[in-house]
Each structure stands twice: as structure tokens, then as C-alpha cells.
């Protein structure tokens, strides 16, 4: 069984730990290092991070294995697969499925699977969700198959380096054609489910911009691209909802279900620099079919 690991070559004298703080390796990582099964070699001799490092020095990080998180089923399912390596693994997500397993939903959700393709792979990591869909949205999801990857997506992720967008149908023709809504979000009062926008929420930002108009039997809509510079729970559907366009579907906030059974949301695009190498990355996506499908029945 593979146990990640990473190797540095040391370029000037310094402690080992503050040299594993510039590569970016978090405090718990190193303490999951310590207690519960990794290594931390200079020059194949295991160390301690109080260690000083010499110029030249080859700094070999060996990562514990991870167990699956309490309670996640490891399940076979069927995953539509964009790009894998050895750290990260893209899926295309289907609308109807679930993203992590809930009290009332323990199973057949993607966690599960994925849970269920590291288990027959023998990948010994648990299944950390980098970026997390609704139950009802589709399109790209990104995973890291160690708990390091994924606080170096995540980081990513809070200083906008990993950029995510989505198209929507929404209700109604919007009438300016780019423009972006910073509304804090946060609970709606009596609902664990429900957002709102308001002022005591969390700073939210969406960058819209429309891309069609067009009417299903007399009813209007508007195709816009979406892209998000935080990531709050229900973003884009409150932001929308907020404006007086509902996405089309989501009776939740507002939208109605004559044209579309669920949100009309898409992620279309994922765009980062991976974790290791620093390449840049794109991935996209076409839309479901099903938003295709009111495309098609323009009127």
C-alpha cells in the first residue's frame, strides 16, 4: 500500500520545522505525522521537527495513512471520472445525488462511492470534498485524496487561486449585462436549511453575467454564467433569489418547477494551480441535458 509522500532538497541552514511552515504544511498534518504513523527524514535518518537543516539536506515528509471518517459507507457506484493522479480526482456530478452522507441520506452518495473506488484501489486516505455541489446541482467536483492536498486546494480556495464557475437558468430577463452582488449571507430564522441575505451574515461575492434571454411558451428566462469569489452555502440560489431571479427550479427560493424538476445549476468550469507541480489546471464542463433541454424549447 502507497503512503503519500513528499521530498524537498534544502537550499540555506534553518530549523526543520519552520522550513515545513514555508512548504506549506499545516500544524495538524505534522502533528498527524508525529502520532499517528508518519516520518520525517533528513537524509533517510528520522527526525524531530526541532532538527537543524543544513544546505543540501534531502527533507523526505512520509504522510500516515488515513482512515475512512466514522460512519462513511465505503459503497460501489458509478463515478463519471474527469482527471485523476495520485493526489486529485475530478468527477462529474450528477444532479439527484447527494455530495457527503447526511443523517437522513447515510448512503449511495459520492463520498460513498469514492469511499468505495479508494477501498478497491487500496488508496489509504479518507475522501476529503474540496468543493461540495448541493444535492439538486450538477457538474464538476473536486476531491484531494489526502488530508495535505486538501488544505493546499483549500487555501487555494480562500485566496481565489482556485476558480470556480457555474451557468444558471434563471426566472425573468435580467437587465444589465455583467455585474456583481456582495450580499453577506447567513440562516434564515426557524430553518436549518434556508439562507438569506443579511447584514450580519457572511461576506458572500457572485460575479454574474448574462449570456441569453429567450422564453419557454411565453415564460421569461435568462442563461447567465456565475462565478464565485467565496463559497457560502447556497451562494449563488440565495444571490439570485435576492435579485427577484430565482434559479428556474428551485422552488426553495423562489423559482417554479413547470419548466426544469431541480435548480438549473451548473459547474461548468474548475480552474487551479495544482498543489505539487504548480501547473495551471482547467477543467470544463458542458451542461446536463436537462438544462440543455430548455435551451432547445426557446421560443
Given at each position: 500500500?502507497?503512503?503519500?509522500?513528499?521530498?524537498?532538497?534544502?537550499?540555506?541552514?534553518g530549523?526543520?520545522?519552520?522550513?515545513?511552515t514555508?512548504?506549506?504544511?499545516?500544524?495538524?498534518?505534522?502533528?498527524?505525522?508525529?502520532y499517528?504513523?508518519?516520518k520525517?527524514?533528513?537524509?533517510?535518518?528520522?527526525?524531530?521537527?526541532?532538527?537543524?537543516?543544513?544546505?543540501?539536506?534531502?527533507?523526505?515528509?512520509?504522510?500516515?495513512?488515513?482512515k475512512?471518517?466514522?460512519?462513511?459507507?465505503?459503497?460501489?457506484?458509478?463515478?463519471?471520472?474527469?482527471?485523476e493522479?495520485?493526489?486529485?480526482?475530478?468527477i462529474?456530478?450528477?444532479f439527484?445525488?447527494h455530495t457527503?452522507?447526511?443523517f437522513l441520506?447515510?448512503?449511495?452518495?459520492?463520498?460513498?462511492?469514492?469511499?468505495?473506488?479508494f477501498?478497491?484501489e487500496?488508496?489509504?486516505?479518507?475522501?476529503?470534498?474540496?468543493?461540495?455541489?448541493?444535492?439538486?446541482?450538477?457538474g464538476?467536483?473536486?476531491?484531494?485524496?489526502?488530508?495535505?492536498?486538501?488544505?493546499?486546494?483549500?487555501?487555494?480556495?480562500?485566496?481565489?487561486t482556485?476558480?470556480?464557475?457555474?451557468?444558471?437558468?434563471?426566472?425573468g430577463?435580467i437587465?444589465?449585462s455583467?455585474?456583481?452582488?456582495?450580499?453577506?449571507?447567513?440562516?434564515?430564522?426557524?430553518?436549518?436549511?434556508?439562507r438569506?441575505?443579511?447584514?450580519?451574515g457572511?461576506?458572500?461575492?457572485?460575479?454574474?453575467?448574462?449570456?441569453?434571454?429567450f422564453?419557454?411558451n411565453?415564460?421569461?428566462?435568462?442563461?447567465?454564467?456565475?462565478?464565485?469569489?467565496?463559497g457560502?452555502?447556497?451562494?449563488?440560489?440565495?444571490?439570485?433569489?435576492?435579485?427577484?431571479?430565482p434559479?428556474?427550479?428551485?422552488?426553495?427560493?423562489g423559482?417554479?418547477?413547470n419548466?426544469?424538476?431541480?435548480?438549473?445549476?451548473?459547474?461548468?468550469?474548475?480552474?487551479?494551480?495544482?498543489?505539487?507541480?504548480?501547473?495551471?489546471k482547467l477543467?470544463?464542463?458542458?451542461?446536463?441535458a436537462?438544462?440543455?433541454?430548455?435551451?432547445t424549447?426557446?421560443?
Amino acid at each position: 500500500m502507497n503512503r503519500f509522500r513528499l521530498e524537498y532538497l534544502v537550499e540555506k541552514e534553518g530549523i526543520l520545522r519552520e522550513f515545513l511552515t514555508e512548504k506549506e504544511i499545516s500544524k495538524r498534518t505534522l502533528t498527524a505525522v508525529k502520532y499517528q504513523g508518519g516520518k520525517l527524514l533528513v537524509n533517510e535518518i528520522e527526525r524531530d521537527v526541532r532538527y537543524r537543516l543544513q544546505a543540501g539536506d534531502c527533507v523526505k515528509v512520509i504522510f500516515p495513512p488515513e482512515k475512512l471518517s466514522e460512519g462513511l459507507l465505503a459503497e460501489e457506484g458509478m463515478l463519471d471520472i474527469v482527471y485523476e493522479d495520485d493526489l486529485i480526482l475530478l468527477i462529474q456530478k450528477p444532479f439527484g445525488i447527494h455530495t457527503i452522507p447526511s443523517f437522513l441520506h447515510r448512503s449511495s452518495t459520492i463520498a460513498n462511492f469514492v469511499a468505495g473506488k479508494f477501498k478497491k484501489e487500496q488508496i489509504p486516505a479518507t475522501v476529503h470534498i474540496v468543493t461540495r455541489l448541493d444535492h439538486d446541482t450538477s457538474g464538476l467536483l473536486c476531491i484531494a485524496k489526502n488530508r495535505h492536498i486538501h488544505h493546499l486546494l483549500s487555501k487555494q480556495l480562500t485566496d481565489a487561486t482556485f476558480k470556480r464557475s457555474y451557468e444558471a437558468i434563471v426566472e425573468g430577463h435580467i437587465k444589465k449585462s455583467e455585474f456583481i452582488i456582495h450580499e453577506p449571507i447567513g440562516r434564515k430564522e426557524g430553518s436549518i436549511i434556508e439562507r438569506v441575505v443579511r447584514q450580519d451574515g457572511q461576506n458572500a461575492k457572485t460575479q454574474v453575467r448574462v449570456i441569453e434571454k429567450f422564453e419557454v411558451n411565453g415564460h421569461p428566462f435568462t442563461r447567465v454564467a456565475l462565478t464565485l469569489e467565496t463559497g457560502r452555502t447556497h451562494q449563488i440560489r440565495v444571490h439570485m433569489s435576492w435579485m427577484g431571479h430565482p434559479l428556474a427550479g428551485d422552488d426553495l427560493y423562489g423559482g417554479n418547477r413547470n419548466y426544469i424538476s431541480r435548480q438549473a445549476l451548473h459547474c461548468t468550469t474548475l480552474s487551479f494551480l495544482h498543489p505539487i507541480t504548480k501547473e495551471e489546471k482547467l477543467f470544463e464542463s458542458t451542461l446536463a441535458a436537462d438544462m440543455k433541454n430548455m435551451l432547445t424549447r426557446n421560443e
